[in-house]
Structure formats: structure tokens, C-alpha cells
């Protein structure tokens, strides 16, 4: 069993930036990737931004520019740089991690952004 916890999230203003982590423990082998997704109420979740072990990383439109994704191979953790916040970004972000044999979400936090 793999265990996600992410933390970082809040309430902050447009404009602000948040740093989102995720580190995962548990029976880890073989990463194919770490990312981080995000759902709005009454909406699909989405993927914000994924980084491949590879080195690659994928981002969503809606942010390129803007948010930032890392991963510390060694502690099993990635983060999310996020920067130029705005009130659309405001979504409960999730942490997923896809290895040989499955994947695994994390329980989520809360970014808030006030206009």
C-alpha cells in the first residue's frame, strides 16, 4: 500500500503564490510519476501538472507559465510551485502516483484565492 500526504495548501489573494507538497510512503517501487490534479466543485478533476521519472513534465494550458512542478526522487516527494495565483485556480488539489502495479491518490488540500 502507498500513502500520499500533501500539505501546503490556504486561503491567499490573486496574485500570491503557494508551494504545495506531496510526499508518499509506504510500498513505493519503480515510479513512473508523481503529479498533482485538482476538482472545483461541480466539475471533473483535472490534471494540473505531472513529472515523469524521466525528467519530462506535462502541463495543464490553464497554468503553464504560472505553476512550476518538482519531484526530490530521493524522498519520494513532489512539489508545486505555484505563482501568479487567480480565483479560478481555487480547487482542492490532489497528489497521484503511478508506478508498476498502480496508482495511488493522495486525500487533498484546499487552495483558496480571493480576488
Known amino acids: 500500500q502507498v500513502h500520499l500526504v500533501e500539505s501546503g495548501g490556504g486561503l491567499v489573494q490573486a496574485g500570491e503564490s503557494l508551494r504545495l507538497s506531496c510526499v508518499a510512503s509506504?510500498?513505493?517501487?519503480?515510479?513512473?510519476?508523481m503529479g498533482w490534479y485538482r476538482q472545483a466543485p461541480g466539475k471533473q478533476r483535472e490534471l494540473v501538472a505531472s513529472k515523469f521519472t524521466g525528467g519530462s513534465a506535462i502541463y495543464a494550458d490553464s497554468v503553464k507559465g504560472r505553476f512550476t512542478i518538482s519531484r526530490d526522487n530521493a524522498k519520494n516527494t513532489v512539489y508545486l510551485e505555484m505563482n501568479s495565483l487567480k480565483p479560478e485556480d481555487t480547487s482542492v488539489y490532489y497528489c497521484?502516483?503511478?508506478?508498476?502495479?498502480?496508482?495511488?491518490w493522495g486525500q487533498g488540500t484546499q487552495v483558496t484565492v480571493s480576488s
Open positions: 497521484r502516483l503511478n508506478q508498476q502495479g498502480g496508482m495511488y
Open positions: 509506504g510500498s513505493i517501487f519503480s515510479i513512473n510519476a
